[in-house]
T-cell receptor, first 117, second 110 residues
Framework: GAGVSQSPSNKVTEKGKDVELRCDPI?????LYWYRQSLGQGLEFLIY????????KSGLPSDRFSAERTGGSVSTLTIQRTQQEDSAVYLC???????????????FGPGTRLTVL | KNEVEQSPQNLTAQEGEFITINCSYS?????LHWLQQHPGGGIVSLFM???GKKKHGRLIATINIQEKHSSLHITASHPRDSAVYIC????????????FGKGTRLSVIA
C-alpha cells in the first residue's frame, strides 16, 4: 500500500516568508509525528498527533512553528517568518497506535528539504 | 550528555566485513528502535526491541536492558548497506517522544 508522502520534496524560501509543509500519513494510522533533521544533527521531535487528542507540541522550537491535522489524516506544518536556522529536512512519520505503554513502528515519509536564504 | 549515544560516528568497512554499531542510553525505556537512513533521506525502521535479540536477514539487533546498551550487527556487509544507522529509544515515562542518537554513518567499500 501507499506509504507516508510529503510535499514539497524541496522548498527554497527567503528569510521572513511563511512556508507550509504537507504530510499524508498511511491510511488508518492514528498517530502522526513531525521531526526535524538539521545538517549534522540527529532527528529532533517537533509535534505529535494522536487521534482526536490534543497534540503534544513540546518539541516546537518557537511560536513561529505550528501544525494542524485535519480530519485525523493530512497534516500541515507551518513555519512563519522563516529564519536561516530553520533550514533542515522536515520529516513526517505515522504509526498505527502511537506512544504509550505499547510502542509501535513509525513509518517515515521522504522528508521536505527546506532552505531559507 | 545526550540521553542516547552511538558509536562509532563514522565507519568505513570493506565488503564482506562483519560490522557492529553500538548504542548506549541513560533513561529507562519501553523499547529501542534501530532505523536506517539512506542517502536521499528516506528512513526505514529496521527493528524495535525491548529484550533479547532480533534477526532479519543479515541484520541482527541485540539489547541488554540491565546495561542500557544495544548493538546492531551486519554480517557479510555489502555496499548497499551504506547508510546512516540511527538508534532511538521510547522512554519509560509513558506518552513521550522518541529520543534519537545522532546516527552512525556507514560506508561499505567494494
Amino acid at each position: 500500500g501507499a506509504g507516508v508522502s510529503q510535499s514539497p520534496s524541496n522548498k527554497v524560501t527567503e528569510k521572513g516568508k511563511d512556508v507550509e509543509l504537507r504530510c499524508d500519513p498511511i491510511s488508518g494510522h492514528t498517530a502522526l509525528y513531525w521531526y526535524r533533521q538539521s545538517l549534522g544533527q540527529g532527528l529532533e521531535f517537533l509535534i505529535y498527533f494522536q487521534g482526536n487528542s490534543a497534540p503534544d507540541k513540546s518539541g516546537l522550537p518557537s511560536d513561529r512553528f505550528s501544525a494542524e491535522r485535519t480530519g485525523g489524516s493530512v497534516s500541515t506544518l507551518t513555519i512563519q517568518r522563516t529564519q536561516q536556522e530553520d533550514s533542515a529536512v522536515y520529516l513526517c512519520a505515522s504509526s498505527l497506535n502511537g506512544w504509550g505503554r505499547v510502542t509501535d513502528t513509525q513509518y517515515f515519509g521522504p522528508g521536505t528539504r527546506l532552505t531559507v536564504l | 550528555k545526550n540521553e542516547v549515544e552511538q558509536s562509532p560516528q563514522n565507519l568505513t568497512a570493506q565488503e564482506g566485513e562483519f560490522i557492529t554499531i553500538n548504542c548506549s542510553y541513560s533513561v529507562g525505556i519501553s523499547a529501542l528502535h534501530w532505523l536506517q537512513q539512506h542517502p536521499g533521506g528516506g528512513i526505514v525502521s529496521l527493528f524495535m526491541l525491548s529484550s533479547g535479540k532480533k534477526k532479519h536477514g543479515r541484520l541482527i539487533a541485540t539489547i541488554n536492558i540491565q546495561e542500557k546498551h544495544s548493538s546492531l550487527h551486519i554480517t557479510a556487509s555489502h555496499p548497499r548497506d551504506s547508510a546512516v544507522y540511527i538508534c532511538a529509544v521510547s522512554p519509560n515515562s509513558g506518552n513521550t517522544p522518541l529520543v534519537f542518537g545522532k546516527g552512525t554513518r556507514l560506508s561499505v567499500i567494494a
